[in-house]
Structures are given as structure tokens and as C-alpha cells.
């Protein structure tokens, strides 16, 4: 996909919507500043109703520039790559990489975990690349087995070893 260019009448219509829509947050920032009231903003000193215009537009410059971000990101969480933004927006992939460096969510790695040694026993905790979550499977001390529920992915790794600890504590070994 190559970047939208819009016709002249487009870009005409465009302009005058937004500055329609600027000219009331012109008006309270001009009011703010002065004092007075939002009807009698265009009676003020020229130059400073142009500043109050123009620290409305910068205004709007952040809004879009956060409003970007979010669409770049929900792009990215549906499957968009770095060089289709960029092809977009009219910039290389490097420049889009680095207008939204985290767009495009990183690859997980096939398997992320750790084993946790309690009570004579051990468990394995892993993380499941395409949700983040986490599961335990392990063995008790007393040789029992046990594993999360099926189907249950922890939010965390602490809750998942919190849970394996738990079962390990239960089957930790007796001294006779």
C-alpha cells in the first residue's frame, strides 16, 4: 500500500473542518490568557490571537500524534508490520520502527520459563508465546504430579509459581 494522497476539494473541505473544530479551543485559550471573554477573542491585539490559534493547533498536534500512536499500535496488533506503516505514512520501515517503536508486538520465544525447586519437589513454569500467560507442571516430593488446570493461564509468573508452591508444599515429603 502506497500513502493516500486527497484531492484538492478533499484537502479544502479538511482544512475548513479543522478549523472549524480549532476555533473554539482557540477561543478558551485566547480567553484564559486575556480575560476576556470567548465572543470578543478577534478584538484582541492581532498578534496575540494568531499565538492563541497557533498554541491551539499545537495542541491539536499532540492529540494526533498520541491519536497516531494508538492507531499505529492497534494496526500492529492486527497483524501490520513496520513496512506496511511506513508504506502508508511515507516513510521506510527504519523510520516507522522508530516513529512507533512498539507497534509491532516483538516474537515471543517458543517457550519462556523456569523451574522452581520447594519442598523436595520441583516445578516447571512456562509461558505460552502467543497469550503471555503462564502454567506449572510438576512433581511432589511424595511423588505426586500435578499441573495447572486445563485450560488456566496464570496473568503472571509469580502467580503461577505461587500456585506450583502451593502444590509442592502440599506434597512435600514426610519424615518417618
Do not use: C
Request: overall charge negative.
Amino acid at each position: 500500500m502506497t500513502s493516500i494522497e486527497i484531492t484538492p476539494e478533499e484537502r479544502a473541505e479538511l482544512g475548513k473542518a479543522l478549523t472549524d473544530a480549532l476555533n473554539p479551543l482557540a477561543a478558551a485559550i485566547r480567553s484564559r490568557q486575556s480575560g476576556l471573554s470567548t465572543a470578543r477573542m478577534w478584538e484582541a491585539d492581532p498578534v496575540d490571537v494568531t499565538l492563541s490559534v497557533l498554541a491551539a493547533w499545537k495542541v491539536v498536534d499532540t492529540e494526533v500524534r498520541q491519536l497516531t500512536a494508538i492507531a499505529a499500535a492497534t494496526a500492529g496488533s492486527y497483524g501490520a508490520n513496520y513496512e506496511q506503516m511506513g508504506a502508508v505514512w511515507g516513510i521506510t520501515r527504519q523510520g516507522a520502527r522508530k516513529k512507533w517503536p512498539d507497534a509491532v508486538p516483538r516474537p515471543a520465544a517458543a517457550k519462556t520459563g523456569a523451574v522452581l525447586e520447594l519442598f523436595g519437589g520441583t516445578a516447571e513454569l512456562v509461558q505460552d508465546p502467543s497469550s503471555g500467560g503462564w502454567a506449572w507442571a510438576g512433581e511432589g516430593a511424595d511423588a505426586t504430579r500435578g499441573a495447572a488446570e486445563d485450560g488456566t493461564w496464570y496473568a503472571t509468573k509469580e502467580e503461577a509459581a505461587a500456585h506450583a508452591g502451593a502444590f509442592l508444599r502440599e506434597h512435600a515429603a514426610t519424615l518417618s
